[in-house]
């Protein structure tokens, strides 16, 4: 009988892992990272039975451990091309902030690329003398996925992070998903719902035209993987007149060339490449500088104004009431973008920053809220058990309990549990 360990990602997100046994073989889904001083890790496994690493997607809180199993073991990687690549391009970054203090060093990165096999949506690989392993398309990121693996005749499915609706940037993930016996589901919206997409991008837009409407520079900070590429397709679409530039910076640049060679993952790849055309790039403090005073459009990662080149440019802009500052996603309390929602000030080293430019959220979430989870879970056939993973304790909670209310079994495990299959 097979087993199933839930190695991470347990009433919290980060650090994403799951273990597949069936006797002297195994499966790793997913192997990320926390994101603190010093990173942390899921806790080690027996590297010798590892057949797979199978990856969802290229977020550092589903990757960043990748290879520290590369380097323990004989598994080969499955992913995604685009998964692939900006995974490796997030865990080289990761490398170059921590100074080197990783259970890992370059060589261990660069087993990405030599160990990874291509996994396309919809194809099938047998996987070692038990598996069977499916991706399907989960609408979060480009190059994102949701695994499906078969043993011991029954099949579990890995959510990772999904969106079931379509952004300007992702597809919706895959729907009418086939029967299932196990789903492990995210979880990380659950306690929300938003807007129509296309209200809060009518939103976006009206703060956009406003600010430059008056004279002012509009800084949004980003993350660089998605979420800066899908603004640039929102601010193509809606046709920002070209007077008004559009600057990007940081990591974001790195990622456009990469998924200039995917494009097979984007909802309208022209449309992608007409703005990726239009985007002047920023590479240096002279260009920044000229940026925050260029009455344009400024997209630079971090997203929640934590570190990267999005510091320089807070600086820079702050103080100027013609400016916007637009936060486009969550911002995770303790961070200076949750401090600037909730105080209109911003701590950097030890200085406190009292801001005077418009400050406006406009969430574009890239996961699902809890209509969404609720719809597509509800509709996969098999009457499947669920596992709620990836969300804060309280999500967690609220999602196993909603799927309780409509009939389905569903449990919250713990770091460490073990259930068989
Ligand atoms: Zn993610």
């Not at 991008?201 to 002012?216: A, F, K, N, V």
């Not at 060679?261 to 500088?289: C, D, L, M, T, W």
């Not at 807070?314 to 936060?327: A, G, R, Y």
Request: overall charge negative; hydrophobic content about 40%; some cysteine.
């Amino acid at each position: 009988m097979a087993h199933l360990t839930f190695l991470g990602s347990c009433r919290e997100i980060g650090r994403s892992g799951f273990l597949i046994e069936e006797q002297d073989e195994s499966i790793v889904v997913d192997y990320g990272t926390k994101l603190q001083n010093p990173p942390s890790f899921p806790p080690a496994i027996p590297y010798d039975d590892i057949q797979a690493l199978a990856l969802t997607h290229a977020h550092l809180d589903h990757s960043g451990g990748v290879p520290i199993i590369l380097k323990s073991s004989e598994a080969s990687l499955f992913c995604t091309p685009a998964t692939r690549d900006l995974s490796s391009l997030l865990l080289r970054d990761m490398y170059k902030i921590s100074n080197g203090r990783l259970p890992f060093n370059r060589d261990d990165m660069s087993l990405i690329k030599k160990k990874s096999v291509a996994a396309l949506y919809e194809e099938t690989f047998p996987i070692g003398r038990y598996f069977e392993m499916t991706f399907f398309n989960a609408g979060h990121i480009p190059g994102s996925a949701m695994i499906s693996i078969r043993v011991d005749g029954k099949r579990i499915l890995f959510t990772g992070d999904f969106n079931a609706y379509e952004s300007r940037l992702n597809p919706g993930a895959r729907e009418n998903l086939p029967r299932h016996d196990i789903v492990v589901t995210e979880s990380t919206y659950a306690r929300r719902r938003n807007p129509p997409r296309a209200t809060i991008e009518q939103d976006l837009i009206d703060t956009i035209i406003e600010t430059l409407e008056r004279g002012g520079t509009v800084l949004i900070p980003a993350f660089a993987v998605g979420r800066s590429q899908e603004i640039m397709c929102i601010l193509e679409s809606y046709k920002i007149p070209h007077k008004y530039p559009i600057f990007i910076d940081g990591l974001a640049r790195n990622v456009n060339d990469i998924l200039m060679k995917h494009p097979e993952y984007i909802s309208s790849p022209q449309a992608f490449a007409r703005a990726v055309k239009r985007i002047i790039v920023i590479s240096g403090n002279r260009e920044r500088r000229e940026a925050a005073n260029s009455g344009g459009i400024v997209i630079s990662p971090a997203g929640m104004l934590k570190g990267g080149a999005s510091h320089l440019y807070f600086k820079l802009m702050h103080d100027n009431p013609l400016n916007s500052i637009v936060l486009v996603s969550f911002q995770i309390p303790d961070t200076p973008g949750a401090e600037l929602l909730a105080t209109g000030e911003v701590t950097v080293g030890n200085r406190k920053y009292k801001v005077k430019a418009d400050v406006r959220m406009h969430h574009l979430s890239s996961h699902s809220d809890a209509d969404g989870l609720l719809n597509l879970l509800e509709n996969i056939p098999g009457d499947p058990e669920f596992y709620v993973v990836h969300g804060e304790s309280e999500s967690c909670d609220a999602l196993a309990e909603s799927l309780t209310e409509i009939g389905k079994t569903a449990h919250v495990p713990e770091v460490g549990d073990t259930v068989s299959i």
